[in-house]
T-cell receptor
Framework: GNSVTQMEGPVTLSEEAFLTINCTYT??????LFWYVQYPGEGLQLLLKATKADDKGSNKGFEATYRKETTSFHLEKGSVQVSDSAVYFCALSGWTGNQFYFGTGTSLTVIP | DAGVIQSPRHEVTEMGQEVTLRCKPISGHNSLFWYRQTMMRGLELLIYFNNNVPIDDSGMPEDRFSAKMPNASFSTLKIQPSEPRDSAVYFCASSLRPDTSTYEQYFGPGTRLTVT
């Protein structure tokens, strides 16, 4: 079956530090992969996506590359800001049934 | 365009009362999802609809929960009777499913339900 595993949090970083949040997946067929961000008190917002192997999704300085050989979709940002403090969810969308599979979320706190 | 709209944003009710949460998906989207989010269990899919038809309700916790989608622009999630353990944030999301690929989901702001 399909599933997503992402690194446990919480993660605390100083401003301008490098961020990596790991995400690996198990899927049949050719899934699409996503990162969502949830700011306090808000719903989930799509951050970036990749729909096929070797695709790189990017947005707001965040990047993630769809690695089929390692079944991974790690989120990275070169220099985090306080405003990046949020919970980040990795997700997978399979063709069958249009279902999404979310990871458990990783809480990020960036301190000045 | 307006995003996914949910109402109410906050609901406080007493145990045993009926609660109805409402969702208006993005115009033109044909799939709708109801999720529940708690600290203990994270984000859980409750039910989803394609073209107003319920496809998978295996995530609905028990018979006290029911969901309807009478038309393409409106859905409800009802809890009757409510219990304190139903306290959570309930999200509605919508997406467009064409024939050849799947697309991302767009989330509403959520309804924070507190059952006392």
């Amino acid at each position: 079956g399909n599933s997503v595993t992402q690194m446990e949090g919480p993660v605390t970083l100083s401003e301008e530090a490098f961020l990596t949040i790991n995400c690996t997946y198990t899927a049949t067929g050719y899934p699409s992969l996503f990162w969502y961000v949830q700011y306090p008190g808000e719903g989930l917002q799509l951050l970036l996506k990749a729909t096929k192997a070797d695709d790189k999704g990017s947005n707001k300085g965040f990047e993630a590359t769809y690695r089929k050989e390692t079944t991974s979709f790690h989120l990275e940002k070169g220099s985090v800001q306080v405003s990046d403090s949020a919970v980040y969810f990795c997700a997978l969308s399979g063709w069958t049934g249009n279902q999404f599979y979310f990871g458990t979320g990783t809480s990020l706190t960036v301190i000045p | 365009d307006a995003g996914v709209i949910q109402s109410p944003r906050h609901e406080v009710t007493e145990m045993g009362q009926e609660v109805t949460l409402r969702c208006k998906p993005i115009s033109g989207h044909n799939s709708l999802f109801w999720y529940r989010q708690t600290m203990m269990r994270g984000l859980e899919l409750l039910i989803y609809f394609n073209n107003n038809v319920p496809i998978d309700d295996s995530g609905m916790p028990e018979d006290r929960f029911s969901a309807k989608m009478p038309n393409a622009s409106f859905s409800t999630l009802k809890i009757q009777p409510s219990e304190p353990r139903d306290s959570a944030v309930y999200f509605c999301a919508s997406s467009l499913r064409p024939d050849t690929s799947t697309y991302e989901q767009y989330f509403g702001p959520g309804t924070r339900l507190t059952v006392t």
